[in-house]
């Protein structure tokens, strides 16, 4: 039986490698012949130990991950450490980089915990663009830089690392993790909500410098502490088993794919592909500029507007799904993480051709 699978340009959660759901499927009733599924068993039993303990590996691994370094498996998504990360880490002042809406949550939400200086915003210009390393108005005494590589509804993108001397940087990687090689020594946190490039919802990916887990700057639950989280092994309490378990899975699958340059450089032809065809059309337009476009977002708009509602319906009746923009920006967006495959891109152009051939 050969099983319908559409390309699903849901911003997030967004699809998973079919390789990865089969095998969940298929260890689902009976995982290593204990007759359970891996979410029917104890947290602290030896199987789930060992599942946990190898996405921990395996991640470590795609990263190249230095040793003085943790990774936490946390839970409620990258919205919780906006508040997570001002409670442990903020002492007195920060600095937030906004490039859209999601960091200006995460400004929003360290606010409650200290003072929030905002270092570069380009709000102002409609979040178009990612600022220049000369236009950071960094604070030699923050407790932090704050930035989000990759703004998932505007589609702006980072392409560079911000240089923030002694001052520890953060950054929101929920759109971006694990689609190119990064080097976590620049960074002082990194997270990421799993449900774009690694796994379910609700699962938050936490890799943080050793060093600032003794900072603690605020009275807090302890389930909320870096410090107990990481001496308890991310296990204070009962963890999403069953997301960590299909976490595993997908950086097994990233290993097999040749790891993090081969995703890098199957993600950058999907984009380059995509923006070449929106760049090549009048009919389409992406307004970011180029220097900061998304590979892993990709809004656009048509030249007329009033097109869209029979655009997102002919597009879904071809198969490409879920393909409309935030509902706070309008449009489109294709959003084309890790689990894409280039002929999901190939499929969207050829339907955007011919959509602008018949309509336009
Ligand atoms: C999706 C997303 C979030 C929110 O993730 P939740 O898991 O819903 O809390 C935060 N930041 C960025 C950059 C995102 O893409």
Redesign the pocket.
């Known amino acids: 039986m050969t099983i319908a699978r559409s390309y699903n340009f849901c911003?997030?959660p967004a699809m998973l490698p079919t390789e990865v759901l089969q095998q969940a499927q298929a260890e689902l009733l009976n995982f290593q012949g204990q007759g359970s599924s891996v979410m029917e068993m104890s947290h602290r039993g030896e199987i789930f130990q060992q599942v946990h303990a190898q996405a921990k590996a395996d991640l470590a691994e795609l990263l190249a991950l230095p040793a003085d370094y943790e990774i936490l498996f946390l839970q409620?998504?990258?919205?919780?450490q906006f508040s997570q990360l001002a409670m442990n880490l903020l002492q007195d002042k920060a600095d937030y980089i906004v490039t859209g809406q999601?960091g200006n949550?995460a400004v929003k939400a360290a606010k409650a915990y200290g003072q929030v200086n905002i270092a570069a915003s380009t709000q102002s210009e409609n979040f178009l663009r990612a600022p220049t390393q000369a236009e950071l108005n960094l604070d030699p005494d923050a407790s932090y830089v704050h930035y989000?590589p990759?703004?998932?509804i505007g589609g702006v993108e980072f392409n560079y690392v911000p240089q923030t001397g002694a001052v520890p940087l953060i950054g929101?990687f929920?759109?971006t993790i694990l689609s190119r090689p990064l080097d976590v020594s620049q960074f002082g946190m990194i997270y990421a909500?799993a449900?774009?490039n690694i796994g379910p919802?609700g699962l938050?990916v936490v890799i943080i410098r050793k060093d600032l887990l003794a900072r603690q700057a605020h009275a807090m639950p302890e389930l909320f502490s870096y410090a107990a989280q990481q001496q308890n092994d991310s296990m204070i309490n009962t963890p999403p088993t069953f997301g960590i378990y299909l976490a595993g899975l997908v950086f097994q699958w990233l290993k097999r794919q040749g790891g993090l340059s081969a995703m890098a450089e199957h993600n950058q032809s999907k984009a380059e592909a995509l923006y070449r065809f929106i760049d090549g059309h009048d009919f389409y337009h992406n307004p970011i500029a180029h220097d900061s476009r998304s590979w892993m977002n990709v809004p656009f708009t048509l030249a007329d507007a009033s097109l869209e509602k029979e655009f997102l319906r002919q597009s879904e009746a071809a198969g490409l799904h879920t393909l409309a923009g935030h509902r706070s920006v309008g449009g489109m967006r294709a959003s084309i993480y890790n689990a894409m495959p280039r002929a999901g891109i190939d499929a969207l152009t050829a339907f955007m051709a011919d959509f602008a051939k018949r309509m336009g």
């Not at 409620?76 to 919780?80: C, H, I, Q, V």
């Open positions: 911003s997030g409620g998504g990258a919205t919780a999601w949550k989000t990759n703004e998932t929101d929920s759109s909500g449900q774009k919802s938050v």
